[in-house]
Structure formats: structure tokens, C-alpha cells
Nanobody, 116 residues
């Protein structure tokens, strides 16, 4: 089992920045990919960014150039630095982890609200 706990959400004005953190615990040695999804009101959950155990990253086209995903293996933590935030970035951001066998784990989410 893997436990994921997010933090760092909040209210920010458009153009501002936030950094989200996801602390992982449990059987994290089995995880090869971690990432962030977001759930906006009335919309489907979408992938924002992901990072593999080897450091390869992937971003949604809507956040490229504005968001950066990184990981600190010593702290078992994944970060999402969000700059130049827009109102459409508003939503619940959920941390996600996946094993090579396809088992998935989710955090409870942290709310990001961007005011215009």
C-alpha cells in the first residue's frame, strides 16, 4: 500500500504562483511513476504532469512552460510548481502514484482556487 498526502493548495490571484507537495509513504519502492491530476467543477479529471522514477516528465499542453514537476527521492516527495496561474487552473489537485503492474494510488486532493 502507498499513502499520498497533498499540501500547498490555496487561494491565489491570477498571475500568481503556488507550490504543491505530495508526501508518499508505505511501499513506495514499488512506484515507478507519480503525478498530479486536477478535477475542475463539471469537468473530467485530467492529467496535469507526471514524473517517472528515472526523472522523465510529461505535461498537459495547457500547463507547459508554466508548471514544473519535480521529486525529492530522499524525502519521498513530489512537487508541482505552478507559475502564471490562470482562472482555468482552478480545481482539486490530486496526487497519483502507479506501479509497473498498474496498481494506482490517489491522495485526497488539495484545492487550488485562482481568482481573476
Amino acid at each position: 500500500q502507498v499513502q499520498l498526502v497533498e499540501s500547498g493548495g490555496g487561494l491565489v490571484q491570477a498571475g500568481g504562483s503556488l507550490r504543491l507537495s505530495c508526501a508518499a509513504s508505505g511501499s513506495i519502492f514499488n512506484v515507478n511513476r507519480m503525478g498530479w491530476y486536477r478535477q475542475a467543477p463539471g469537468k473530467q479529471r485530467e492529467l496535469v504532469a507526471s514524473i517517472t522514477s528515472g526523472g522523465s516528465t510529461n505535461y498537459a499542453s495547457s500547463v507547459k512552460g508554466r508548471f514544473t514537476i519535480s521529486r525529492d527521492n530522499a524525502k519521498n516527495t513530489v512537487y508541482l510548481q505552478m507559475n502564471s496561474l490562470k482562472s482555468e487552473d482552478t480545481g482539486v489537485y490530486l496526487c497519483h502514484a502507479r506501479t509497473p503492474m498498474g496498481t494506482e494510488y490517489w491522495g485526497k486532493g488539495t484545492l487550488v482556487t485562482v481568482s481573476s
